[in-house]
């Protein structure tokens, strides 16, 4: 699963959600798992319920999840249509982060190496 940072700027629905996207994209849960209830969540993260149910409600209107009344949320079997405008932001976040790592010194075959291990991996960077 995954473990919230407290510190971390972002807040813990956010983390909760991209928590969730991380282990879908990874493969960590396939289409059609269940997911742990908001009970059992609240209880292993200790985070509000409410919390974590807004966080399902945020995966479900992205269409990563769906839920089942009365027998709970699961993973959906396709993935949602990418928001252009989001791309263009993590494609920014890409180029800004390569120029970094060269202006540190980092060479161009070490930024691609990782990117692709990563990519083998299908975990986030």
């Not at 200790?46 to 993973?75: D, H, M, Q």
């Not at 890409?94 to 075959?109: A, D, F, H, P, R």
């Amino acid at each position: 699963m995954f473990k919230l940072d407290l510190l971390n700027k972002k807040s813990i629905h956010e983390q909760i959600v991209e928590g969730f996207k991380t282990c879908i994209v990874s493969g960590e849960f396939s289409p059609n798992d269940k997911l742990p209830s908001v009970r059992d969540l609240s209880a292993s993260l200790t985070v509000n319920p409410n919390t974590i149910a807004k966080a399902f409600r945020t995966l479900e209107s992205e269409s990563w999840i769906y839920t089942v009344p009365g027998r709970g949320c699961f993973v959906s079997e396709t993935r949602p249509a990418p928001d252009s405008a989001n791309v263009q932001k993590l494609y920014s976040a890409i180029t800004q982060n390569v120029k970094e790592l060269k202006y540190m010194g980092i060479s161009e075959e070490e930024i691609i190496k990782t990117i692709i291990d990563e990519i083998k991996k299908g975990g986030a960077l």
